[in-house]
């Protein structure tokens, strides 16, 4: 298969969970975003050179390569694996860049105002991760140790959680400082005793 037919085949995918096109590379914050996505999330590629009604319209530099590679080493702490292949098709440069999951979550971007977010992918969109999920990837990094205390603190957050609900719900109910309740749910997220769903625009946390 020639570089077109294959280009065209990913392009005819649409933006998907693993898929993001990107017309051009003016911004590497932006790009930043979706690197981190894929990282904390299942892994992805960007097709960069293509607009998002899918036509090929090329990288338009080595400027816009550079960024790329800013992206990756520069605004993402700590730095995101990504490979860069280049492709050529109707005269035009596109460039695929393939992020794996990583297995250092979180991988945070750099935004705009400088601070360091995480970010994860669902469907076709870059969000900003749940203080919980930052918590839940933090807490996954260290080893499985002793099951969760059943305390009073945890007595009191299982009491509350009937169906879903978002963090701030949680802790208004539990009547627990918000720290104590994040941390308390990425505990049991990493015990599968809580799951979460990302509905509406919120995140909502439920028993399993």
């Known amino acids: 298969m020639d570089d077109k037919r294959f280009l065209l085949s990913l392009v005819s995918e649409g933006e998907h969970h693993q898929q993001d096109f990107k017309y051009r590379v003016d911004d590497a914050c932006k790009l930043a975003k979706s690197v981190s996505a894929f990282a ?18 090329g990288v338009r530099s080595e400027e816009e390569i550079h960024m790329m590679h800013q992206a990756a080493y520069k605004y993402c702490q700590p730095e995101a694996s990504i490979k860069f ?8 440069t596109i460039v695929m860049a ?18 360091m977010r995480a970010y994860i992918r669902i469907n076709d969109e870059n969000i900003v991760a749940s203080p919980v999920l930052f918590a839940f990837w933090r807490e996954s990094q260290k080893p ?13 957050l299982l009491d509350v959680m009937q169906g879903q609900q978002t963090l701030n719900q949680i802790v208004r109910r539990a009547k627990l400082p918000r720290y ?16 979460w769903e990302y509905l509406g625009q919120q995140f909502l946390f439920s028993l399993v």
């Open 85 to 92: 292949d280049t492709y050529h098709a109707e005269g035009r």
């Open 98 to 115: 393939t992020v794996p999951p990583s297995d250092k979550k979180p991988i945070c971007a750099q935004d705009e105002e400088g601070r």
């Open 144 to 156: 499985q140790g002793a099951l969760i205390t059943y305390d009073e603190d945890v007595r009191k």
């Open 40 to 57: 904390n999330t299942d892994g992805g590629r960007l097709l960069i050179g293509v607009r998002d009604d899918g036509h090929l319209s």
């Open 180 to 195: 104590k309740v994040i941390t308390l749910l990425a505990h049991l997220l990493r015990f599968g005793t809580v799951k």
